[in-house]
């Protein structure tokens, strides 16, 4: 009978020739996998602030009294609250054509505007269905939460041009954040990103706090999902503030901070090196 020691080196040997590494190394990628996909997450990243803004022409267009009012007044409420928004971002609100039946549904159509105070270019149209989340409050039902679905075919923001469809909820409570979702298709001079994206938010003047989690996609491409704390962007910048992580599909990982530059040290598992960004100029 063989001895235990025969055993051992017999298991061993096996292990060594089918290749099993008892010490798994981090994935491999060459220089040039991790700059793409960092490009992409940040592309993604940067103009998911840029839809958050857009988002916030109507979330927080409901207030709180319209907890009180039937949902069928409440609209034509928060209609009209979304139009003034609109045109109070915008240098020339003549710029913007409104076709909506006051109910459920508004079309915004923007003819080379230009908002956040002259830092945001707006081109295209974007369509919202209206709709709540209600309950019982007496004889009717109240809001308790207002839902935009947001559909568009070439909502021009910038130089990134926005396909796709989305979801925002403006919940009538103040300890509850703005939140958006859904699959868009961003198109900018430097490259074409698709993604799904998970966002929670608030916008302050002409800057927009985001934390959401993305997964990039697209033909061709490799999955990632990339995911963000805290991202502060004021329109026409560099995010200023937040922290990023990235993961490929093959499990390799890098993470940046944004600090207001127009570059980022991006750190892999065995090395770092500095990404330029392009959201200064979106």
């Given at each position: 009978?063989?001895?235990?020691?025969?055993?051992?080196?017999?298991?061993?040997?096996?292990?060594?020739?089918?290749?099993?590494?008892?010490?798994?190394?981090?994935?491999?990628?060459?220089?040039?996998?991790y700059?793409?996909?960092?490009?992409?997450?940040?592309?993604?990243?940067?103009?998911?602030?840029?839809?958050?803004?857009?988002?916030?022409?109507?979330?927080?267009?409901?207030?709180?009294?319209?907890?009180?009012?039937?949902?069928?007044?409440?609209?034509?409420?928060?209609?009209?609250?979304?139009?003034?928004?609109?045109?109070?971002?915008?240098?020339?609100?003549?710029c913007?054509?409104?076709?909506?039946?006051?109910?459920?549904?508004?079309?915004?159509?923007?003819?080379?505007?230009?908002?956040?105070?002259?830092?945001?270019?707006?081109?295209?149209?974007?369509?919202?269905?209206?709709?709540?989340?209600?309950?019982?409050?007496?004889?009717?039902?109240?809001?308790?939460?207002?839902?935009?679905?947001?559909?568009?075919?070439?909502?021009?923001?910038?130089?990134?041009?926005?396909?796709?469809?989305?979801?925002?909820?403006d919940?009538?409570?103040?300890?509850?954040?703005?939140?958006?979702?859904?699959?868009?298709?961003?198109?900018?001079?430097?490259?074409?990103?698709?993604?799904?994206?998970?966002?929670?938010?608030?916008r302050?003047?002409?800057?927009?706090?985001?934390?959401?989690?993305?997964?990039?996609?697209?033909?061709?491409?490799?999955?990632?999902?990339?995911?963000?704390?805290?991202?502060?962007?004021?329109?026409?910048?560099?995010?200023?503030?937040?922290s990023?992580?990235?993961?490929?599909?093959?499990?390799?990982?890098?993470?940046?901070?944004?600090?207001?530059?127009?570059?980022?040290?991006?750190?892999?598992?065995?090395?770092?090196?500095?990404?330029?960004?392009?959201?200064?100029?979106?």
């Amino acid at each position: 009978m063989p001895n235990r020691s025969v055993i051992a080196a017999t298991i061993l040997f096996l292990l060594v020739a089918s290749g099993c590494d008892t010490n798994p190394q981090p994935p491999t990628q060459d220089s040039s996998d991790y700059t793409a996909d960092a490009l992409r997450a940040a592309t993604t990243l940067e103009q998911s602030a840029v839809v958050t803004y857009v988002s916030a022409y109507f979330a927080s267009a409901a207030t709180l009294s319209m907890r009180e009012v039937p949902a069928t007044e409440a609209s034509t409420q928060v209609i009209d609250a979304v139009k003034a928004r609109v045109s109070a971002d915008l240098i020339d609100s003549s710029c913007v054509t409104v076709d909506t039946n006051n109910a459920t549904y508004v079309v915004m159509t923007f003819a080379d505007c230009s908002g956040a105070h002259g830092l945001l270019a707006l081109s295209g149209s974007v369509r919202a269905e209206v709709g709540f989340e209600t309950a019982d409050c007496g004889q009717v039902r109240c809001p308790v939460a207002v839902i935009y679905d947001m559909t568009t075919l070439d909502l021009q923001l910038g130089s990134a041009r926005i396909v796709g469809n989305w979801q925002i909820r403006d919940p009538l409570a103040l300890d509850q954040p703005y939140t958006w979702a859904g699959l868009l298709d961003v198109i900018t001079p430097q490259r074409g990103v698709t993604f799904t994206t998970a966002a929670s938010f608030t916008r302050t003047d002409d800057c927009v706090d985001v934390t959401l989690d993305t997964t990039l996609g697209g033909s061709g491409q490799r999955s990632l999902t990339a995911s963000v704390d805290g991202l502060n962007r004021c329109m026409g910048a560099c995010p200023t503030a937040g922290s990023v992580a990235v993961t490929s599909e093959d499990g390799a990982t890098m993470s940046w901070t944004y600090d207001g530059t127009n570059a980022a040290l991006v750190s892999t598992e065995t090395s770092e090196f500095s990404l330029g960004l392009t959201c200064s100029s979106s």
